[in-house]
C-alpha cells in the first residue's frame, strides 16, 4: 500500500550545519508530496510541496526535490537555526487527495 | 482571521462511553479532514470531506468510527464505545479545496481512555 518513511529521531545538530532528513515513499500512481512542520506548542504548518517529478520545493531556506527514480523526498537546510527546532513529518497525497499518508515526523534539535 | 478549532481541548472518558469530538474549519474551506496521532507515531489519515461529502470512509479504524459534515461547515467525528487503543490525539484540517492546496490544522482534541 501507500506509505511513507521517515529516518528516525531525534536529529541533534549544532547552528549552522548542514540538515538533511531523508523521506521515501511508497505509492501507486503519481503523488504529491510534501513536508509539514510542527514547532514547539504549535499546530502543524505546510513547510514545502512538490507535485510531479523532478520539481522542488522550497520554503524558509529548506529544500526538497521530488525524485520519482529513487522515490524520495529528502529535505535539506544548509545552515539551520536554533529556531528550527522542531519536528518535521514528510507527506503524500494520492487518489486524487483523498487520502493522506504522514510519516512518522522526525524531531530536530538545533543547539547554540 | 480565526483558524481550525477543535473542542473539547481534552477528554478523558471511560471505556465502553461514546465521545463526540467537534472541528470548527475556517470558513470558506471547502475541504476537511481529520488525522489521527497516536504517541510516538505519525499521523493516521482516517476521512476527507469535500462540502458534506466524504468519498472514502476506508480510512476509518473500525465502525464505532463515524464522522458528519454539515452545511459545509462544522464536523463531527463520533467514536462509539471507546476503547483504550483509541487514546490519541485528534486533529482536523481543513484547505481551500481538493488538491495539493495547503491544509490548516487545528490544535488537536487530547482523547484518554480510561
Known amino acids: 500500500g501507500d506509505s511513507v518513511t521517515q529516518m528516525e529521531g531525534p536529529v541533534t545538530l549544532s547552528e549552522e550545519a548542514f540538515l538533511t532528513i531523508n523521506c521515501t515513499y511508497t505509492?501507486?500512481?503519481?503523488?504529491?508530496l510534501f513536508w509539514y512542520v510542527q514547532y514547539p506548542g504549535e499546530g502543524l504548518q505546510l513547510l514545502l510541496k512538490?507535485?510531479?517529478?523532478?520539481d522542488k520545493g522550497s520554503n524558509k531556506g529548506f529544500e526538497a526535490t521530488y525524485r520519482k527514480e529513487t522515490t524520495s523526498f529528502h529535505l535539506e537546510k544548509g545552515s539551520v537555526q536554533v529556531s528550527d527546532s522542531a519536528v518535521y513529518f514528510c507527506?503524500?497525497?494520492?487518489?486524487?487527495?483523498?487520502?493522506?499518508?504522514f510519516g512518522s515526523g522526525t524531531k530536530l534539535n538545533v543547539k547554540p | 482571521g480565526a483558524g481550525v478549532s477543535q473542542s473539547p481541548s481534552n477528554k478523558v472518558t471511560e471505556k465502553g462511553k461514546d465521545v463526540e469530538l467537534r472541528c470548527d474549519p475556517i470558513?470558506?474551506?471547502?475541504?476537511l479532514y481529520w488525522y489521527r496521532q497516536s504517541l510516538g507515531q505519525g499521523l493516521e489519515f482516517l476521512i476527507y470531506f469535500q462540502g458534506n461529502s466524504a468519498p472514502d470512509k476506508s480510512g476509518l479504524p473500525s465502525d464505532r468510527f463515524s464522522a458528519e459534515r454539515t452545511g459545509g461547515s462544522v464536523s463531527t467525528l463520533t467514536i462509539q464505545r471507546t476503547q483504550q487503543e483509541d487514546s490519541a490525539v485528534y486533529l482536523c484540517a481543513s484547505s481551500t479545496g481538493t488538491g495539493a492546496y495547503e491544509q490548516y490544522f487545528g490544535p488537536g482534541t487530547r482523547l484518554t481512555v480510561t
Open positions: 507527506a503524500l497525497s494520492v487518489y486524487n487527495f483523498n487520502k493522506f499518508y
Open positions: 470558513s470558506g474551506h471547502t475541504a
Open positions: 512538490a507535485t510531479k517529478a523532478d
Open positions: 505509492a501507486t500512481g503519481y503523488p504529491s
